[in-house]
Structure formats: structure tokens, C-alpha cells
């Protein structure tokens, strides 16, 4: 079974060229720490490099974020340039060999194309541009997640964890109460639950992280178990919102009032089928649910993790911690 977790997610601001470079050194070195050879850390800079600097000089200013994924015992690291610039007319052209739009002394994004083992691209004129890389060995799960600290704070108060086997793939989200430390406490406890069992049902994990939370701060958190012939199980407690989206409907999935490892009035599991073009979005409240992925079938169709960074970049809530995970 290979397990994904929340383990550290940098963002950079970019609106100054001096910041181009710190994000180039803060990706190498998280290169780095997690096992990426010389060349592959290589190409993390030149990619950082590019979407920062894009970012730049084309998007307003904007933010990158870095994070490391696994893939199977090996593995990536995850560049994700986001903003609410003027966004590109065409795509096809700021893809093509040759066009830099930053004037880096890369080749643009067809180089940090070439040198990804996944990329995609969102961007909408009059609305911004998300590009996303990953440098190292490809992941087994289509995923994306974003899971950040409220400005202000180091740690983050939310947590995430994705198992998958043969058969099924299981996200968890988990929000602790509050922010700061205690709060990552309580978060980082429930993804420790999560890790010891992650094969269990939905409702058998709530049971379990309520027992292993008992004195900390307490947190909300669900759990999505979806088997590769399109069942859902799923249960929750607390403020995390979980919506299986295709394009004819969005379907919330329903959750129960309560704090894991303080109050928790009732435990239920619920079953679902889930669509052949649906995706599974679950955040925390620091997203906002006004969202409606149904009505933008070109950002539906995109990789998750560039779902997850529109989420956050136009729904995110600045006061709290937020974290958003899609698959599909």
C-alpha cells in the first residue's frame, strides 16, 4: 500500500525579483532533503526559476508553492506558480520551444514541461494562471493538495493522508481546533491514525482517532474510501466539507456534528456511488464552499492539484488554516 501525507508545503511569495531567487534555493534544497539526485535537483531550480519569474513579470506577482510527493519509495517535488494576472491567450503558444516569456535563460515552460514528469497548466485571460510541476518519479494516484498555516503561524492546523492499494484509494482531511501548535498536534495525531490502519472503513478510523486524540485539542476530520468499481464510503465529523463533482451534479457528503477526541454525539458511515467523470474534493473550512466546479468544464478536466490551487487561490479564507485535496 503507498501512503501520501501532509508532511511540509512552502510558499513564496514573488513580488519582488530578489524573491525569484530564494524560491530557486528553497526548492533545490528541498530537492535535496528528499533524495533528488543532482540532475533532477537541477531541473527543480530551472523550473523555479521559470514560474518565478513568470510569476513576476506576467502574473501581477503571485505565489509559489513547494512541496515534496511520493511515489512509491522515490520520490517529486511539486511546484505549483499561482496568481490572478492578466492569464495567457494563448497557451499553446507560451508552450512552444523557444518562448520564454520571462527571458530566463531556460527555454520557458516548454522546458519546464520537458523536464516534469507531470504538468499542466490552467489559465484564464482577465482571471490569472496556475501552472503546476512535479520533478522526480511520477505518482502512482492523481491527486492534488494544498494544506498551508494561516499568515502569521508556522504550523499548520490541518493535515491530510491518501492510501491506495489494487482496490481502493482513501483520503483523509483533518482540521485541529484553532491554529498554531497545538492545533498541528492534534492534526499530525489524527494522520498518525490514519497511517496505523488505512485499509480500515471510514467509520472504524473516526472510532479510532477519537480514542488517540483524547487530550489534545481536538479536531474535525472525515474520511473518503472509494473503490476502483465507483462505491464511496464516507464518513465525517465536524467542519470538513467533501463533495464528489461530475458534470451533471456536485454531491455533498454528509458529516456529523462533533470534535474528535472531545465530543463526538454520533459516528455514521454513508454510502455513495460515485460518476465515471467525477472528482473528490475535500477541504477544511479555510476554503470557502461557494464554489461550483460544474459550471467551468475546463477546470474540471485539469490535473487535481491544479483544481486544488483555483480552490485555494479563489476561495481561500486568509483568517484561518486551509487545506483542499482532490482526486480523481
Given at each position: 500500500?503507498?501512503?501520501?501525507?501532509?508532511?511540509?508545503?512552502?510558499?513564496?511569495?514573488?513580488?519582488?525579483e530578489?524573491?525569484?531567487?530564494?524560491a530557486?534555493?528553497?526548492?533545490?534544497?528541498?530537492?535535496?532533503?528528499?533524495?533528488?539526485?543532482?540532475?533532477?535537483?537541477?531541473?527543480?531550480?530551472?523550473a523555479?526559476?521559470?514560474?518565478?519569474?513568470?510569476?513576476?513579470?506576467?502574473?501581477?506577482?503571485?505565489?509559489?508553492?513547494?512541496?515534496?510527493?511520493?511515489?512509491?519509495?522515490?520520490?517529486?517535488i511539486?511546484?505549483?506558480?499561482?496568481?490572478?494576472?492578466?492569464g495567457?491567450?494563448?497557451?499553446?503558444?507560451?508552450?512552444?520551444?523557444?518562448?520564454?516569456?520571462?527571458?530566463?535563460?531556460?527555454?520557458?515552460?516548454?522546458?519546464?514541461?520537458?523536464?516534469?514528469?507531470?504538468?499542466?497548466?490552467?489559465?484564464?485571460?482577465?482571471?490569472?494562471?496556475?501552472?503546476?510541476?512535479?520533478?522526480?518519479?511520477?505518482?502512482?494516484?492523481?491527486?492534488?493538495?494544498?494544506?498551508?498555516?494561516?499568515?502569521?503561524?508556522?504550523?499548520?492546523?490541518?493535515?491530510?493522508?491518501?492510501?491506495e492499494?489494487?482496490?481502493?484509494?482513501?483520503?483523509?482531511?483533518?482540521?485541529?481546533?484553532?491554529?498554531?501548535?497545538?492545533?498541528?498536534?492534534?492534526?499530525?495525531?489524527?494522520?498518525?491514525a490514519?497511517?496505523?490502519?488505512?485499509?480500515?472503513?471510514?467509520?472504524?478510523?473516526?472510532?479510532?482517532?477519537?480514542?488517540?486524540?483524547?487530550?489534545?485539542?481536538?479536531?474535525?476530520?472525515?474520511?473518503?474510501?472509494?473503490?476502483?468499481?465507483?462505491?464511496?464510503?464516507?464518513?465525517?465529523?465536524?467542519?470538513?466539507?467533501?463533495?464528489?463533482?461530475?458534470?451533471?451534479?456536485?454531491?455533498?457528503?454528509?458529516?456529523?456534528?462533533?470534535?474528535?477526541?472531545?465530543?463526538?454525539?454520533?459516528?455514521?458511515?454513508?454510502?455513495?456511488?460515485?460518476?465515471?467523470?467525477?472528482?473528490?474534493?475535500?477541504?477544511?473550512?479555510?476554503?470557502?464552499?461557494?464554489?461550483?466546479?460544474?459550471?467551468?468544464?475546463?477546470?474540471?478536466?485539469?490535473?487535481?492539484?491544479?483544481?486544488?490551487?483555483?480552490?485555494?487561490?479563489?476561495?481561500?479564507?486568509?483568517?484561518?488554516?486551509?487545506?483542499?485535496?482532490?482526486?480523481?
Amino acid at each position: 500500500m503507498i501512503l501520501q501525507r501532509r508532511r511540509e508545503q512552502r510558499r513564496h511569495l514573488i513580488a519582488e525579483e530578489s524573491q525569484i531567487g530564494e524560491a530557486r534555493r528553497d526548492a533545490q534544497r528541498l530537492a535535496m532533503a528528499y533524495g533528488l539526485d543532482e540532475t533532477q535537483t537541477g531541473r527543480v531550480g530551472i523550473a523555479a526559476t521559470e514560474l518565478a519569474t513568470n510569476l513576476y513579470r506576467h502574473g501581477s506577482g503571485g505565489e509559489m508553492l513547494l512541496q515534496p510527493v511520493r511515489a512509491g519509495d522515490k520520490e517529486s517535488i511539486e511546484l505549483l506558480a499561482i496568481d490572478k494576472g492578466r492569464g495567457m491567450s494563448d497557451v499553446g503558444r507560451c508552450l512552444g520551444d523557444g518562448y520564454s516569456t520571462g527571458g530566463t535563460s531556460g527555454t520557458g515552460l516548454g522546458a519546464v514541461k520537458r523536464m516534469s514528469v507531470e504538468f499542466d497548466i490552467h489559465s484564464v485571460p482577465g482571471e490569472g494562471t496556475v501552472v503546476m510541476s512535479r520533478v522526480g518519479s511520477r505518482a502512482t494516484a492523481r491527486f492534488g493538495a494544498i494544506s498551508l498555516a494561516v499568515e502569521g503561524e508556522i504550523e499548520c492546523g490541518d493535515g491530510w493522508a491518501l492510501a491506495e492499494d489494487e482496490e481502493f484509494l482513501t483520503l483523509m482531511v483533518v482540521d485541529g481546533l484553532g491554529h498554531g501548535a497545538f492545533a498541528a498536534a492534534a492534526a499530525e495525531c489524527a494522520q498518525e491514525a490514519f497511517a496505523e490502519s488505512p485499509e480500515d472503513p471510514p467509520q472504524n478510523f473516526l472510532q479510532r482517532a477519537h480514542r488517540a486524540l483524547a487530550g489534545t485539542r481536538g479536531a474535525a476530520a472525515a474520511v473518503a474510501k472509494m473503490s476502483n468499481r465507483g462505491a464511496v464510503s464516507y464518513a465525517g465529523v465536524g467542519n470538513i466539507s467533501g463533495y464528489l463533482v461530475g458534470s451533471e451534479k456536485s454531491q455533498g457528503l454528509v458529516s456529523h456534528n462533533g470534535t474528535l477526541g472531545l465530543t463526538v454525539p454520533r459516528l455514521q458511515q454513508f454510502e455513495y456511488d460515485r460518476g465515471e467523470d467525477s472528482c473528490l474534493v475535500m477541504h477544511s473550512d479555510g476554503i470557502s464552499a461557494r464554489w461550483d466546479l460544474r459550471r467551468n468544464d475546463t477546470l474540471r478536466q485539469r490535473h487535481p492539484a491544479i483544481i486544488a490551487a483555483v480552490l485555494y487561490r479563489d476561495h481561500g479564507r486568509s483568517r484561518d488554516d486551509a487545506t483542499v485535496v482532490v482526486v480523481n
